[in-house]
Structure formats: structure tokens, C-alpha cells
């Protein structure tokens, strides 16, 4: 779900691996020890292996082969353990037989499982929309026994069937659908390769150190690379995988796919062109091979097979496209506008969509701290009077885009303290462009899931006081940077935590995240979001503060007024008053009342309904053009009560007061 700060790296230690290993070999049993001592010669705490860390690798490895607790029993987990008993000492031999046996273990639970579904799911199945359940594996147990393995299943099962129905499925065909996932995700563990199994058993690992250390397989190493850089070379499609269908999401602007003129979402993929050009049947393939048939070198052709539904019936045809280099534009820095009468005088709103600090580690490669200064040059030329900030989307990305970006508010000075296990010490991280590119009113919209370098910046312009930080109570908490090094033969990379970072107050985001003044109802705001609420993780700290006296600019070029206590004192009774009435909001608070009442409790009746609408929502945005998808976000109940607060706040810096809104006539 949330990217993390990143500094991307070079160089893995050549020390890792001063042994000969064969680079052209898969990930193999022996490469685990060397990345083994490549994350604890970097991890900011961990330096050693020891049986305190072996148990919570152990621990990990079961919570990755079922995650949701429906196939493993508790003598599974007990075998499981006793398996892996002495893991460390097994990989230093080059043993991973175990790997292999608890793959297999699970494959007999997986069956087993299956064959009840199929058996449940017969003639004499009823669906019963009053079925309760616990589904967050977090509070409950694996199952004692087959018995109450199966008795849960029922439930499950309810529930998936549920899903369908809730889209307009009927009952015969909804009970096959998840018959037939029961059966791809059987085939899928089967048809695990041992890479897999090992790559498995390194986030294992990884884990263990804390919850933002993780071991990339070279597949999710390319996606992360392609994340990053805004671009891969490619169709230009998105895909999704939907009953064995490898399915178009959405069509990329000015990509081959959207250039071709014949293709469109809801378009399944039947089969791919391999290098020898032969067509190869995807169907029931897992998504991320498919991915990689598609994917080539610009210039480079693939043909797909398409299956399209037409009235009653399906047509089928084929597309030859050539692949392009595609920017990813939606994750991109974007701006909208708003105008807006405040006291008789119009107007003008910026406000900056900010889905992820990006950043392409190659020479000219793209970056958002670059757009975003392009952006708020642009929104000067417009004469906007008031900016807002949106990183409520934004689960963070590159540090030194961070850095750059917060010094676009102030003239320079220290924008983040990096904690340094190789110094010993924390170094402090400065913006020293001493342009000011914004000098206005300015306000950042944070929720739960705004995450490391969106702390960073909204910590640093809080501490400054430079900006009004409005949204939900708090931003998700994670207080720590990231380096990724990748592992030589193009085998995958490790992402290892390195540091903690600290705003220029002195504060580390560590599990209390950044605090709004302005709070509002968020969607978000729920007690399992967020950094406190993960596994192994670190312990905050506090620094005495930082702050930096050349980043206020008093008068003259790129003068800046600081916000004031009593400002953000009037604007928080003016937002309870616009929020108090907002029915958007209203909605929001009682999902979230709701949310509590049921604790973990999943009602089969409530999921047909939500989903329903949900669905709904989410194929509308899907499939929507440019334009309708600006006017969506604009329409966005937290979007305009920023923009809002924004206006107050032009009010406020023109040295004007403001009335609660109920007094005005």
C-alpha cells in the first residue's frame, strides 16, 4: 500500500559478496546468507543474527504462507516452527530444503480447502446474506482443525459469494466464479518457483528488522524502478487481473494502446506474442508474467489476442502494437483552479495534486520536485492568491525531492534531520536555494495514509510555521528512511532501513505522524492505520530543534508571513462550522461510528450494499476522461474544505479578521 522515503543507492556492499556466485544463476539458497549480512550491515539497529531475531523471522515466514488464516492449522504451525528451528545455521550450510516443506504443507491445507469449497458450494448450497464474521486474521487464530477450518470456509465463502451477487452476479454463476479462484490460487502455489520460495523467505527476513525493510524479487524491483521514474516501455495500459482474465483497466494517454484506436477498458488479454512471435495462451496466468510478454524495448511489436463482450456474445481479435516509452501521468504533479469571491473580491485558488515523490535515478531523469517547481511557477503567472498542497494520497517516495520541495516554501535552512548509523550522529539535510518560489498562503492537506516524505515536508512547513496543515488527526507515523541496494546479476534489490528522520522542531513522525491544526473527518482515520499498528516497529526519538533562521524572510523579495496561534484558532471554528453542515462529511463520520460499533465483525447483508456502491464509484473514475476526473476531484468534500481554509487564511495574512460563519448575513 504505502512507498517508502527512498535514497536510492548504487552500490551493494562488495563485502556481501566477496564469494564467487554465479550471476547468470536465479535467486538460489546460495545467495540468502550473503543478503542476509547486506541488510545487517545496513539496518540502522540490527547488526548481528541472533535467536531473538531468528523468532521473529520464523514468525514472519508463517504470516506470509496464509496470511488471512484460512489453510494452515495449528499443528501447521507448530510443524512449521520445529522445521525451521535453526534457519540461520541451515542457510549457512546452503540448506533450504525448508523452504520446500512448508511449500509443500501448505499445498496439502490449499487442497484440502478446496475440495470443501467445491463440495460446499454444490446443489444444496444456500446463501444466507445474515452470516457473521471475524475477518481480520489479526483477531483470530488458525483453526485447531479441519473441522473448524471448514466452519469458518462457510462463512468466508458467504462472503465471496456476496461480493459477486453485490455486482449484479447471479447465485450459480457467483458460486463458480469462487469455485474457480479456489482452484487458480491452488495452481498458483503449486506452480511456485523455488526464486519465489526464496524471495519469500528474504522479506521474511527483511520484516523481522522492521516494518519498511523489505528484499525486492526482480520483478517488483522493475515495477519500483518504473514507479519511481514515471516511465517504462510499454503498451501503455493498465491491467488487472479478474477471474483468470487478464483485463484493461485503463488506456494510457498518448500511448501505443490509446493510439491504435482498438482497444478499451474492460478488454480481456487471451494471449501474447512471445519472441518467436507465436501467440501463448494467458488466461489463468498470473498477472505479473503476463506483464512481462507485454513489456519490451520501444520499437520492439507484440500482438495481443482480445476478447471483447458485444451485446449477448464475445468478439474475438487480434492487435499488433508497438511498444513506446510511457509516461505515467497520473501519478504525476498536477494543478487544478478555483475562484473564489472572499469579501467581495474574487479570488484564485491553486491547488496541487500530489500523488508521490517521484524520482528517475538516471542522469536528466524526471523528478517531482522539478514539476512541482514548474507547477507553482505556473500558478504565479495564473496570480493564484492561495495554494493548497494535497499529500493526503501521497505515501511518500524520494528524500532528496523532499528536501527540494520544502525549500520551495522558505528561503533555505534545514528542512530534515537523517539519523546515520555509519556517522553515529544525525545530519542534518538543508534546502540551499535561497529563492522563495511561493511566499503565499498556504495550506497542506494531510490524512492517515500521507507517510514519510509527505511528513517530512508538512512536518518542516508545521515547525516553520509556514503552512496550515488540515485534514485528518494525524499523518501515518513512519519516521524512517530507506535505501535500496541493488543485488548484482539483476537478481532484485534490498530495501533497508538506514535512519530515522526528524522535522526542524526537533520531532521524529515516528508513530505520531504530523498533527493538523484543522482537523476534519477522514475515511482514513481508523486505529490500524498507521506506523504504531506494525509489526517490529522502531521506537520514536526526539532531537532538540533545528530550525533554521535564514529560511524566514521578513521583507522584500520572497517575504513570507509566519502563521499565527490565533490564526489557526479562527480558522478551525470557521472549518467546524463548514464541516457541520457538509453532508459529505457527515457520511464520512458515520462509516467511521459504524466502523467501531462492528469492531471486526463482517455482516455478509452490509457487504452486498457497500460494495455495490463502491463498485459503482470506482468504475465511474476508472473509465472517466480528463475532465471528468478534474471535476471529481475538485468535487471531493476534504478538497474543498482545504480550499476553503485556504481562503480564510488570504483573509487572515491581508490583515483582515474573520466572523464565524453563522454571524455573517
Request: proline share 3%; glycine share 6%.
Amino acid at each position: 500500500m504505502f512507498k517508502s522515503v527512498v535514497l536510492l543507492a548504487s552500490l551493494f556492499s562488495s563485502m556481501v559478496f566477496a564469494q564467487t556466485l554465479d550471476f547468470t544463476k536465479n535467486l538460489d539458497c546460495n545467495w540468502v546468507d550473503p543478503i542476509q549480512t547486506g541488510y545487517l550491515q545496513n539496518h540502522l539497529v540490527f547488526k548481528q543474527k541472533d535467536s531473538n531475531l531468528e523468532g521473529r523471522v520464523i514468525e514472519q515466514y508463517i504470516k506470509r504462507q496464509d496470511p488471512s488464516k484460512i489453510y494452515l492449522l495449528e499443528e501447521d504451525i507448530a510443524k512449521t516452527k520445529t522445521i525451521m528451528k535453526s534457519v540461520f545455521e541451515d542457510i549457512a550450510k546452503k540448506d533450504c530444503k525448508f523452504t520446500t516443506e512448508i511449500q509443500a504443507l501448505l499445498v496439502k491445507r490449499v487442497e484440502e480447502r478446496t475440495v470443501f469449497v467445491k463440495k460446499y458450494l454444490g446443489k444444496d448450497f444456500k446463501f444466507n446474506k445474515e452470516t457473521e464474521f471475524v475477518y481480520d486474521p489479526d483477531h483470530k487464530k488458525n483453526p485447531k482443525n479441519a473441522d473448524e477450518a471448514n466452519e469458518f470456509l462457510k462463512k468466508y465463502v458467504q462472503f465471496q459469494v456476496a461480493n459477486y451477487l453485490a455486482t449484479d452476479i447471479k447465485l450459480d454463476e457467483a458460486k463458480e466464479r469462487v469455485v474457480k479462484n479456489y482452484e487458480r490460487n491452488l495452481k498458483r502455489i503449486k506452480d511456485t518457483k523455488s526464486d519465489e520460495l526464496i524471495a519469500n523467505y528474504l522479506n521474511s527476513f527483511a520484516l523481522s528488522l522492521d516494518p519498511h525493510s523489505s528484499f525486492f524479487s526482480k520483478d517488483y524491483y522493475e515495477d519500483f524502478t518504473i514507479d519511481m521514474s514515471l516511465s517504462l516501455e510499454g503498451i501503455g495500459a493498465t491491467l488487472s487481473q479478474q477471474d483468470g482474465f487478464t483485463t484493461i483497466e485503463a488506456l494510457v494517454p498518448g500511448g501505443a494502446a490509446a493510439k491504435s484506436r482498438n482497444l478499451e477498458p474492460q478488454d480481456k488479454i487471451v494471449a501474447v506474442s512471445k519472441k518467436d512471435n507465436k501467440m501463448e495462451n494467458v488466461i489463468d496466468m498470473d498477472l505479473k508474467d503476463v506483464v512481462k510478454l507485454i513489456r519490451g524495448p520501444k520499437g520492439t511489436k507484440v500482438k495481443l489476442s482480445i476478447l471483447r463482450k458485444e451485446g449477448e456474445g464475445n468478439k474475438k481479435f487480434d492487435v499488433e502494437l508497438v511498444r513506446e516509452k510511457v509516461s505515467l501521468e497520473d501519478n504525476a504533479v498536477s494543478i487544478y483552479y478555483q475562484d473564489k469571491e472572499i469579501n467581495g473580491a474574487k479570488k484564485k485558488i491553486g491547488i496541487i495534486n500530489f500523488p508521490s515523490f517521484y524520482a528517475d535515478s538516471k542522469r536528466g531523469g524526471r523528478s517531482s520536485a522539478a514539476d512541482m517547481k514548474k507547477v507553482i511557477a505556473q500558478a504565479r503567472e495564473k496570480k493564484v492568491d492561495g495554494l493548497v498542497l494535497d499529500l493526503s494520497n501521497n505515501g511518500g517516495g524520494s528524500l532528496e525531492d523532499a528536501v527540494k520541495i520544502g525549500g520551495l516554501f522558505i528561503k533555505t535552512g534545514n528542512i530534515v534531520k537523517q539519523s546515520s548509523r555509519a556517522e553515529g550522529k544525525e545530519i542534518p539535510l538543508a534546502d540551499t536555494d535561497d529563492k522563495v518560489d511561493w511566499n503565499g498562503p498556504l495550506v497542506i492537506l494531510i490524512s492517515r495514509i500521507s507517510a514519510s516524505a509527505s511528513e517530512i515536508v508538512s512536518g518542516a512547513m508545521k515547525d516553520y510555521n509556514r503552512a496550515v496543515v488540515v485534514g485528518a488527526d494525524h499523518t501515518y507515523g513512519k519516521g524512517s528512511v530507506q535505501t535500496v541496494l541493488p543485488v548484482p546479476g539483476e537478481l532484485g534489490a534490498l530495501k533497508v532501513t538506514i535512519g530515522m528522520f526528524f522535522t526542524p522542531g526537533g520531532f521524529s513522525t515516528q508513530h505520531r505522524g504530523v498533527e493538523s491544526d484543522v482537523i476534519i473527518p477522514s475515511p482514513y482515520s481508523v486505529d490500524d492505520i498507521g506506523e504504531k499498528s506494525m509489526d517490529y516497529s522502531l521506537p520514536p526519538k526526539k532531537l532538540a530543534s533545528f530550525l533554521s533562521k535564514d529560511a524566514y524572510v521578513e521583507k522584500g523579495d520572497g517575504a513570507w508571513q509566519e502563521v499565527k496561534a490565533d490564526w489557526i484558532k479562527k480558522l478551525k471554528v470557521r472549518s467546524t462550522e463548514r464541516v457541520g453542515k457538509n453532508e459529505e462529511f457527515k457520511k464520512i463520520s458515520d462509516e467511521l461510528e459504524k466502523t467501531k460499533k462492528l469492531g471486526k465483525v463482517i455482516k455478509v447483508s452490509e457487504v452486498i450494499k457497500e460494495k455495490g456502491e463502491k463498485d459503482k464509484k470506482v468504475k465511474k473514475s476508472r473509465y472517466a476522461g480528463k475532465d471528468e476526473k478534474e471535476k471529481e476531484y475538485l468535487k471531493r468534500a476534504d478538497i474543498q474544505e482545504a480550499s476553503d481554509v485556504v481562503a480564510d487564511l488570504i483573509v487572515l495574512e491581508d490583515g483582515k479578521d474573520l466572523v464565524p460563519i453563522s454571524t455573517k448575513k
